[in-house]
């Protein structure tokens, strides 16, 4: 082991950071060139070792101090505090308690972190009578008692009914909420409804939530489907927030569509008169478009995906394909992988992987004998001649799949990409690009369309593009003839949509100029300084109901603007927060379009061609449980990464 020696005191160099004050600078053997030694810095509470900042920097010294336990503790103990607070949020994703390490133990509050962990990290209820792990905590805390798992069972059942009441009062508070909703299956053939309320809160960060997953009774018709949605937005007291609901295409989703559009008619809780209510998965569309293209290449997976199989089957022959890899100057760094097979965005990266090493499966081949799914020549260039298209596909999978950031605004310029390629495939004089371009195109036009006012909107109000994505855009998806009428269409529902909200607006400043006039009346009939009052307030009512009505409307001012310069870390909610006193209405309006989503599905699971299917543990547990742990786990996640994300704002 090396061992650290300090360096002499006065070589050190004054440092300004108050970092310093928990770091020394030490000399330590070079592991890289030996008998050399190399400059380090070492904390003093636990002497991990960190480069010497050259630049001055000290961002990674502050951030070991900021997850550092033992630094934490020696700070409390000189305090002469009794208990350590941390944070292990991004290592856990949890809040964790105060920690007494003083010998005071609460049983309670352990209890409560272990049924926590349980359901964040989708641990079994039996791990709470495992020997290990009674071990472990027996270790920490000798006065801790062992847990049985049904007691961390209603544990965590009563974490998901405490937590739930939290978010009911949470959601009374925000504007309009969009629903994803689609289904899951268990190994046990029952069928699950997950449904999340997406929504922008107060801080104008983009929140969502899991509010469902409830077993679904067979049939799985469209009318059930609306009836156990509705029903859950009723136990929830959130059915007059509701402002889109994002499907996959299915027939018995748009029957579920239509008849709960018809419920919130007959309440009168309809948002913009349903013209946006139903959103159709574009993750889902898209994979409709990638299946196409599978199955043209589908003997040139297959041979892939058992050359990779073969090789990394055995060390040896591994080591000799790697090999044949350095002697033909290719890069080792990124070697091959396997696919999981329902999910197309790992086949489409199993194929770009394998496509670099083509001359390298020839010169295997000739090798071994016994290797017998070399790709043909002719498959390979039927995969250079689609490679665009997946690529293409992937990326706009990707973004549209988000759930942490708003993804309808960026809807237009994937889009026009896809588009793109698909035109340029079924106007090519390659007869296979030709005919698989026009099938996809084909597909494309059937259900983009539906959605396009919607998210042209979107677009409008990211202050990067405004009408300018629409202008530059339209030409490129409609014919000559359609563009100008469909710019004016999106144009005039705008502007529609923007009278909505200022006819709400007006009603609110009504309604408070008409209690200031109250108060007003009640100081006159006081003394001659309250009279006075009574006249100063309702001249500066006055003033304010001129200026509006001479003053440009939010919209006109926002769109007079010139568009901000394009910029890929452009964060669209911080900036309308920013501007939400510039624009009060139209803030609105941009609050709840954008927390739109297009897709029904995380990004971990768009990929998927299979459907979305339960692991084998909570497929074993009762319906009830299943939707108590995995509500939970979406609460408990969401509230940390907003609990961080309002201390960076802050």
């Given at each position: 082991?090396?061992?650290?020696?300090?360096?002499?005191?006065?070589?050190?160099?004054?440092?300004?950071?108050?970092?310093?004050?928990?770091?020394?600078?030490?000399?330590?053997?070079?592991?890289?060139?030996?008998?050399?030694?190399?400059?380090?810095?070492?904390?003093?509470?636990?002497?991990?070792?960190?480069?010497?900042?050259?630049?001055?920097?000290?961002?990674?010294?502050?951030?070991?101090?900021?997850?550092?336990?033992?630094?934490?503790?020696?700070?409390?103990?000189?305090?002469?505090?009794?208990?350590?607070?941390?944070?292990?949020?991004?290592?856990?994703?949890?809040?964790?308690?105060?920690?007494?390490?003083?010998?005071?133990?609460?049983?309670?509050?352990?209890?409560?972190?272990?049924?926590?962990?349980?359901?964040?990290?989708?641990?079994?209820?039996?791990?709470?009578?495992?020997?290990?792990?009674?071990?472990?905590?027996?270790?920490?805390?000798?006065?801790?008692?062992?847990?049985?798992?049904?007691?961390?069972?209603?544990?965590?059942?009563?974490?998901?009914?405490?937590?739930?009441?939290?978010?009911?009062?949470?959601?009374?508070?925000?504007?309009?909420?969009?629903?994803?909703?689609?289904?899951?299956?268990?190994?046990?053939?029952?069928?699950?409804?997950?449904?999340?309320?997406?929504?922008?809160d107060s801080e104008w960060n983009m929140q969502?939530?899991?509010?469902?997953?409830?077993?679904?009774?067979?049939?799985?018709?469209?009318?059930?489907?609306?009836?156990?949605?509705?029903?859950?937005?009723?136990?929830?007291?959130?059915?007059?927030?509701?402002?889109?609901?994002?499907?996959?295409?299915?027939?018995?989703?748009?029957?579920?569509?239509?008849?709960?559009?018809?419920?919130?008619?007959?309440?009168?809780?309809?948002?913009?008169?349903?013209?946006?209510?139903?959103?159709?998965?574009?993750?889902?569309?898209?994979?409709?478009?990638?299946?196409?293209?599978?199955?043209?290449?589908?003997?040139?997976?297959?041979?892939?995906?058992?050359?990779?199989?073969?090789?990394?089957?055995?060390?040896?022959?591994?080591?000799?394909?790697?090999?044949?890899?350095?002697?033909?100057?290719?890069?080792?760094?990124?070697?091959?992988?396997?696919?999981?097979?329902?999910?197309?965005?790992?086949?489409?990266?199993?194929?770009?992987?394998?496509?670099?090493?083509?001359?390298?499966?020839?010169?295997?081949?000739?090798?071994?004998?016994?290797?017998?799914?070399?790709?043909?020549?002719?498959?390979?260039?039927?995969?250079?001649?689609?490679?665009?298209?997946?690529?293409?596909?992937?990326?706009?999978?990707?973004?549209?799949?988000?759930?942490?950031?708003?993804?309808?605004?960026?809807?237009?310029?994937?889009?026009?990409?896809?588009?793109?390629?698909?035109?340029?495939?079924?106007?090519?004089?390659?007869?296979?690009?030709?005919?698989?371009?026009?099938?996809?195109?084909?597909?494309?036009?059937?259900?983009?369309?539906?959605?396009?006012?919607?998210?042209?909107?979107?677009?409008?109000?990211?202050?990067?593009?405004?009408?300018?994505?629409?202008?530059?855009?339209?030409?490129?998806?409609?014919?000559?003839?359609?563009?100008?009428?469909?710019?004016?269409?999106?144009?005039?529902?705008?502007?529609?949509?923007?009278?909505?909200?200022?006819?709400?607006?007006?009603?609110?400043?009504?309604?408070?100029?008409?209690?200031?006039?109250?108060?007003?009346?009640?100081?006159?009939?006081?003394?001659?300084?309250?009279?006075?009052?009574?006249?100063?307030?309702?001249?500066?009512?006055?003033?304010?109901?001129?200026?509006?009505?001479?003053?440009?409307?939010?919209?006109?001012?926002?769109?007079?603007?010139?568009?901000?310069?394009?910029?890929?870390?452009?964060?669209?909610?911080?900036?309308?927060?920013?501007?939400?006193?510039?624009?009060?209405?139209?803030?609105?309006?941009?609050?709840?379009?954008?927390?739109?989503?297009?897709?029904?599905?995380?990004?971990?699971?768009?990929?998927?061609?299979g459907g979305r299917v339960l692991d084998n543990?909570?497929?074993?547990?009762?319906?009830?449980?299943?939707?108590?742990?995995?509500?939970?786990?979406?609460?408990?996640?969401?509230?940390?990464?907003?609990?961080?994300?309002?201390?960076?704002?802050?």
């Open positions: 082991m090396v061992e650290d020696d300090e360096l002499p005191k006065s070589s050190r160099k004054r440092k300004h950071s108050d970092v310093w004050d928990h770091f020394e600078e030490v000399e330590v053997l070079s592991k890289k060139k030996k008998g050399e030694t190399e400059r380090k810095v070492k904390c003093k509470a636990c002497s991990k070792l960190y480069m010497y900042p050259k630049t001055g920097t000290t961002t990674t010294m502050k951030r070991h101090l900021d997850g550092c336990f033992a630094h934490h503790g020696e700070e409390n103990i000189k305090k002469g505090q009794g208990t350590l607070n941390f944070d292990a949020a991004d290592a856990c994703g949890i809040d964790l308690p105060v920690v007494n390490f003083s010998g005071g133990y609460d049983h309670a509050k352990i209890r409560e972190l272990i049924a926590t962990m349980i359901i964040v990290h989708e641990y079994p209820f039996r791990m709470v009578e495992h020997f290990w792990f009674n071990a472990l905590m027996k270790t920490l805390n000798p006065s801790y008692q062992k847990t049985s798992r049904t007691t961390i069972k209603n544990e965590c059942l009563q974490i998901f009914k405490s937590r739930k009441e939290t978010l009911k009062k949470e959601l009374k508070h925000v504007g309009k909420i969009s629903l994803t909703c689609d289904l899951w299956t268990s190994n046990q053939t029952l069928c699950y409804m997950s449904l999340v309320a997406h929504y922008i969502y939530r899991v509010i469902s997953f409830l077993e679904l009774e067979p049939p799985h018709t469209g009318i059930v489907i609306s009836q156990a949605i509705f029903e859950c937005l009723s136990d929830w007291k959130i059915e007059d927030k509701i402002a889109t609901i994002t499907l996959d295409n299915a027939s018995s989703n748009d029957v579920a569509a239509c008849q709960l559009m018809s419920k919130f008619k007959a309440r009168g809780s309809v948002f913009f008169h349903g013209k946006f209510f139903h959103v159709r998965c574009s993750a889902h569309i898209l994979n409709l478009l990638v299946s196409d293209v599978l199955k043209a290449i589908e003997p040139l997976i297959e041979n892939i995906r058992k050359t990779v199989k073969y090789l990394k089957k055995s060390p040896s022959r591994l080591y000799k394909f790697t090999e044949i890899v350095k002697s033909l100057n290719m890069s080792t760094k990124r070697g091959l992988r396997l696919d999981v097979p329902t999910r197309w965005g790992s086949t489409y990266k199993m194929l770009e992987r394998a496509f670099s090493f083509k001359n390298a499966f020839l010169h295997y081949a000739d090798l071994d004998a016994n290797y017998k799914w070399e790709p043909s020549s002719q498959e390979w260039r039927l995969y250079a001649k689609i490679r665009d298209i997946l690529a293409v596909l992937s990326m706009a999978t990707t973004v549209f799949s988000g759930s942490t950031y708003p993804t309808a605004n960026e809807f237009f310029l994937l889009i026009v990409n896809v588009k793109k390629v698909l035109n340029d495939a079924s106007v090519s004089t390659d007869k296979f690009l030709h005919d698989m371009g026009n099938a996809m195109l084909q597909k494309f036009e059937k259900y983009w369309k539906e959605c396009s006012t919607l998210l042209s909107i979107a677009s409008i109000l990211d202050p990067r593009y405004k009408m300018d994505l629409i202008n530059f855009c339209f030409p490129k998806i409609y014919v000559a003839s359609d563009i100008e009428h469909n710019i004016d269409s999106v144009s005039s529902t705008l502007k529609e949509l923007y009278e909505h909200y200022e006819s709400d607006h007006t009603a609110n400043l009504v309604a408070a100029e008409k209690k200031v006039d109250n108060q007003a009346v009640a100081l006159e009939n006081g003394t001659s300084s309250n009279s006075l009052m009574a006249i100063s307030t309702q001249f500066r009512t006055f003033m304010k109901t001129t200026a509006k009505k001479v003053s440009k409307s939010d919209l006109v001012a926002y769109l007079d603007e010139a568009a901000l310069n394009h910029s890929e870390d452009f964060d669209v909610l911080l900036w309308w927060k920013q501007n939400s006193s510039r624009y009060p209405i139209l803030s609105k309006v941009a609050k709840d379009i954008l927390t739109v989503p297009v897709s029904t599905v995380s990004s971990e699971s768009s990929f998927s061609t543990y909570r497929s074993s547990l009762l319906p009830y449980t299943v939707e108590a742990l995995v509500c939970s786990a979406s609460w408990i996640r969401g509230s940390q990464k907003k609990k961080k994300a309002n201390k960076v704002s802050s």
